[in-house]
């Protein structure tokens, strides 16, 4: 399978603490990119890094991408309730088609 | 980005019968693609959906399960066809703007009975 993994498979933490996700990814890459998926419902994109940047920042979110690791991670810093949701990363191979990791699910208490 | 949506948003099907899934998007997009996400699954990827001509499935999907239309640049559907209760997934169409970034659709949840 191409699929990537990703870990933890889960993660719990409390509200204002940061948040890391890690992804492995099995070929060449164009780019890589971050979603989440709140509930089973449809996915929202959050960053898209490209293959020869190292680190990219939004907001709260920071994605870094190691392409010789084949492995990138997403670190939400002072994490609120709204971010508990499953959270995907996609790497994109040729032709624009996206390989999915198999996810986190980060659950934030207040 | 573009915003996509899909309808139905969700469906009860019987087995045996077919159902066809439309994905809408606000402006026109050259790539659409189509992904299942079995329960507490990742997304698996079913086809691009190539307009003007026939979709390129990957393996492991053939167009005789899952038929693909996309006659314009802003509008594809899925059919998934004699449906079985392992066909009960969620349905999700994406597009991609140009800019490499790919964006989703709300997914349709189909439950095969």
């Known amino acids: 399978s191409q699929q990537g993994e990703e870990d933890p498979q889960a993660l719990s933490i409390q509200e204002g603490e940061n948040a890391t996700m890690n992804c492995s990814y099995k070929?060449?890459?164009?780019?890589l990119q971050w979603y989440r998926q709140n509930s089973g419902r449809g996915l929202v994109h959050l960053i898209l890094?490209?293959?020869?940047?190292r680190e990219k920042h939004s907001g709260r979110l920071r994605v870094t991408l190691d392409t010789s690791k084949k492995s990138s991670s997403l670190l939400i810093t002072a994490s609120r309730a709204a971010d508990t949701a499953s959270y995907f990363c996609a790497a994109s191979t040729g032709f624009q088609k996206l390989v999915f990791g198999t996810g986190t699910r980060l659950l934030v208490s207040p | 980005s573009a915003v996509i949506s899909q309808k139905p948003s969700r469906d009860i099907c019987q087995r045996g019968t077919s159902l066809t899934i439309q994905c809408q998007v606000d402006?026109?997009?050259?790539?659409m693609f189509w992904y299942r996400q079995q329960p507490g699954q990742s997304l698996t990827l079913i086809a691009t959906?190539?307009?003007?001509?026939?979709?390129?499935?990957e393996s492991g999907f053939v167009i005789d399960k899952f038929p693909i239309s996309r006659p314009n640049l802003t509008f594809s559907t899925l059919t998934v066809s004699n449906m079985s209760p392992e066909d009960s997934s969620i349905y999700l169409c994406?597009?991609?703007?140009?800019?490499?970034?790919?964006?989703f659709g709300p997914g349709t949840r189909l439950t095969v009975t």
């Open positions: 070929t060449s890459i164009n780019n």
């Open positions: 402006s026109q997009v050259t790539m």
């Open positions: 959906a190539n307009q003007g001509s026939e979709a390129t499935y």
């Open positions: 994406s597009a991609e703007t140009g800019s490499y970034e790919q964006y």
């Open positions: 890094i490209r293959s020869n940047e």
